[in-house]
């Protein structure tokens, strides 16, 4: 019954590899988000897809590239991990693109670059 | 420089009184606000959304007040309980593009 889901929850990796990090929600959502979570708990905006199209790409490194597959499932990879990308990654999902709209959360994946 | 600040990184009170977090922003001109709560390991989770017209939203022992003119939100848990313990989020919410903006989060501890 998990609405929205992360996998690995898990990830510890060394310098300079390429990770993916997948993300799926079960709410029939359009629009979903990759946020950053850092080791002062700030939470940052990176992309955000509705209906499988980049609507926000916040100033990321281009080594960190999002895709969406169909409109359930938005990935993330990253390439030439950096030490400074440890972080919580977050992925959310809100029913459409608009103020009104709640985001729901996954439970976050955790990655250590070491 | 935009920025949105919540008044302390923690705040502790005793259980049954009434926790009051401040959410404070520069630069924005936000349409609507929102609340979330995060526990240890989590992922945020909603709690309330307060438009820029609307001075206060209640929902069970949560209310929240949007002063637009101060650029403040207040956020108040009345008889709280140590399950109320937990970081506390605002977020601003600004364009089309549904951008929530988080604010750097109270952690609040209730204790008995």
């Known amino acids: 019954d998990t609405a929205v889901s992360q996998t690995p929850k898990y990830l510890v990796t060394q310098m300079g590899n390429d990770k993916s990090i997948k993300c799926e929600q079960n709410?029939?959502?359009?629009?979903m988000y990759w946020y950053k979570q850092d080791s002062k708990k700030f939470l940052k905006i990176m992309f955000s897809?509705?209906?499988?199209?980049?609507?926000i790409n916040e100033t990321v490194p281009n080594r960190f590239s999002p895709k969406s597959p169909d409109k359930a499932h938005l990935n993330l990879h990253i390439n030439s991990l950096e030490l400074g990308d440890s972080a919580v990654y977050f992925c959310?999902?809100?029913?459409?693109?608009?103020?009104?709209?709640?985001?729901?959360f996954g439970p976050g994946t955790r990655l250590l670059v070491l | 420089s935009q920025k949105i600040e919540q008044n302390s990184e923690a705040l502790n009170i005793q259980e049954g009184k009434t926790a009051t977090l401040t959410c404070n922003y520069t630069?924005?001109?936000?349409?609507?606000l929102q609340w979330y709560r995060q526990d240890p390991g989590r992922g945020p989770v909603f709690l309330l959304l307060?438009?820029?017209?609307?001075k206060e939203k209640r929902k069970e022992r949560l209310k929240v007040t949007f002063d637009t003119t101060l650029k403040q939100s207040l956020f108040h848990i009345t008889a709280s309980q140590p399950a109320d313990s937990a970081t506390y989020l605002c977020?601003?919410?600004?364009?089309?593009?549904?951008?929530?903006?988080f604010g750097t989060g109270t952690r609040l501890q209730v204790t008995l």
């Open positions: 959310a999902s809100s029913p459409r693109q608009g103020h009104q709209e709640t985001q729901y």
């Open positions: 709410l029939g959502h359009d629009t």
């Open positions: 897809y509705n209906n499988k199209e980049l609507i």
């Open positions: 630069n924005y001109s936000p349409a609507y």
């Open positions: 307060i438009r820029e017209n609307e």
């Open positions: 977020a601003l919410v600004t364009g089309t593009a549904s951008k929530l903006t």
